[in-house]
């Protein structure tokens, strides 16, 4: 690969990085916000080595152009051709390479989209993990609840706590075959969009938001099978749903935010 695509490719790439992660969010439509310091730096490494090397470049231009005008080097002689003397030009640069300027330019010009109910509604659902002592519910009126303890609560806790109780959760729509109902999701991610998992609730309600939007939800346990066991519906009879901001901490199964 030619060295000015070299320099262009790590000052693109810098730029690129720094922009999704020190000058706009957009990095945490596909990583948490700890990975974001790291790609920070990153991007100023990147950045650093694309000029230090076009300095480079400059002063090596400037010793042959020296060279040039004061005579053959010390040494110089027939065997000391460049290789292309002798055959072909192996500096020529592999049209495959110029394919790798497209993600470097789409860094500063195009930030894909953060993952939504296209992937939700590919994933399988997150594994719960299985739990013995429940403490009691707070007594509030919505009870703010993540989808982890909701589903829970409505599969593993035998004292029904939350049998009759309204219950508020805020999360992304994704659509499901046949209508009728839709799944309240969050997608959770450790490290990247590569690793993400979702957790999801069905919600019965009059009408079904499009997807990708993000809502809360209040309502009340939608009865079916034996609650507290693994044949009761982890699903909700809605009683409003409002549309609201993507949060922040979207990447993440947290409590909703205060209503109003």
């Given at each position: 690969?030619?060295?000015?695509?070299?320099?262009?490719?790590?000052?693109?790439?810098?730029?690129?990085l720094?922009?999704?992660?020190?000058?706009?969010d957009?990095?945490?439509r596909?990583?948490?916000?700890?990975?974001?310091?790291?790609?920070i730096?990153?991007?100023?490494v990147?950045?650093?080595?694309?000029?230090?090397?076009a300095?480079?470049?400059?002063v090596r231009?400037g010793?042959?152009?020296?060279?040039?005008?004061?005579?053959p080097?010390?040494g110089a002689?027939?065997?000391?051709?460049p290789?292309?003397?002798?055959g072909?030009?192996?500096?020529a640069?592999?049209?495959?390479?110029w394919?790798?300027l497209?993600?470097?330019?789409?860094?500063?010009?195009?930030?894909p989209?953060?993952?939504g109910?296209?992937?939700a509604a590919?994933q399988?659902?997150?594994?719960?993990?299985e739990?013995?002592?429940f403490?009691?519910?707070?007594?509030?009126?919505?009870?703010?609840?993540?989808?982890?303890?909701?589903?829970?609560?409505?599969?593993?806790?035998?004292?029904?706590?939350?049998?009759?109780?309204?219950?508020?959760m805020?999360?992304?729509?994704?659509?499901v075959?046949?209508?009728?109902?839709w799944?309240?999701?969050?997608i959770?991610?450790?490290?990247?969009?590569a690793?993400?998992?979702?957790?999801?609730?069905?919600?019965?309600s009059?009408?079904?938001?499009?997807?990708?939007?993000?809502?809360?939800?209040t309502?009340?346990?939608?009865?079916?099978?034996?609650?507290?066991?693994?044949?009761?519906?982890v699903?909700?009879d809605?009683?409003?749903?409002k549309k609201?901001?993507?949060?922040?901490?979207?990447?993440q199964d947290?409590?909703p935010?205060?209503?109003?």
């Open positions: 690969m030619r060295r000015p695509l070299q320099v262009t490719l790590l000052v693109l790439s810098g730029l690129g720094l922009h999704s992660s020190l000058f706009t957009l990095c945490l596909y990583v948490k916000p700890g990975m974001r310091p790291l790609l730096v990153s991007g100023f990147l950045l650093v080595l694309g000029i230090v090397e300095a480079a470049r400059e231009a010793r042959t152009g020296h060279g040039r005008h004061g005579g080097a010390h002689g027939p065997h000391n051709e290789e292309q003397h002798h072909h030009d192996h500096s640069v592999p049209r495959v390479a394919l790798l497209l993600p470097a330019l789409s860094l500063l010009f195009y930030a989209p953060a993952l109910a296209y992937t590919r399988p659902a997150k594994v719960i993990a739990q013995d002592d403490d009691p519910l707070p007594k509030t009126s919505p009870l703010p609840i993540t989808l982890t303890d909701f589903t829970t609560r409505v599969q593993q806790d035998r004292t029904l706590a939350i049998k009759a109780r309204t219950v508020e805020s999360g992304l729509v994704t659509p075959p046949g209508g009728g109902s799944d309240l999701t969050r959770i991610i450790s490290c990247c969009a690793d993400a998992q979702s957790v999801k609730v069905r919600i019965y009059d009408s079904i938001p499009a997807a990708n939007t993000w809502v809360s939800v309502g009340n346990w939608h009865p079916g099978g034996k609650l507290g066991t693994e044949s009761a519906p699903a909700l809605a009683q409003t749903v609201i901001q993507r949060p922040s901490n979207g990447y947290a409590l935010f205060p209503s109003g």
